[in-house]
């Protein structure tokens, strides 16, 4: 059984910062990249940033580059989002996922597990 669990949402005022964990079990996940997504309420779920677990390889959406951040993974069980000089726009629940090496990232319909979501925040 796999389980993702996000943790680390909350409320923030504009311009402040999260960290997001994602904590992973159930299996090793070397051959896997590693995706953060968000929804916000009447929108499509987006893709904002992604890692591979073996070389470190990071890519970000163009509404988040430059304020969030995915630290390096040293132990394949957690992943983490430092999301510095938050936006109202960036109020949404934010999940995590895993996708095999070679799947499209932040292609949600590549992820093949899915964590429960933590809802972020952010007021004006």
């Known amino acids: 059984q796999v389980h993702l669990v996000e943790s680390g949402g909350g409320l923030v005022q504009a311009g402040g910062s999260l960290r997001l964990s994602c904590a992973v079990s159930?299996?090793?996940?070397?051959?896997?990249?590693m995706g953060w997504f968000r929804q916000a309420p009447g929108k499509e779920r987006e893709g904002v940033a992604d890692i591979s677990w073996s070389g470190g390889t990071t890519y970000y959406a163009d509404s988040v580059k430059g304020r969030f951040a995915i630290p390096r993974v040293y132990a394949n069980t957690t992943v983490y989002l430092q999301m510095d000089g938050l936006k109202p726009e960036d109020t949404a629940v934010y999940y995590c996922?895993?996708?095999?090496?070679?799947?499209?990232?932040?292609?949600?319909?590549?992820?093949?597990?899915w964590g429960q979501g933590t809802q972020v925040t952010v007021s004006s």
């Open positions: 996922a895993a996708r095999r090496l070679g799947a499209r990232r932040l292609q949600s319909g590549e992820y093949d597990y």
């Open positions: 159930g299996r090793t996940f070397s051959n896997y990249a």
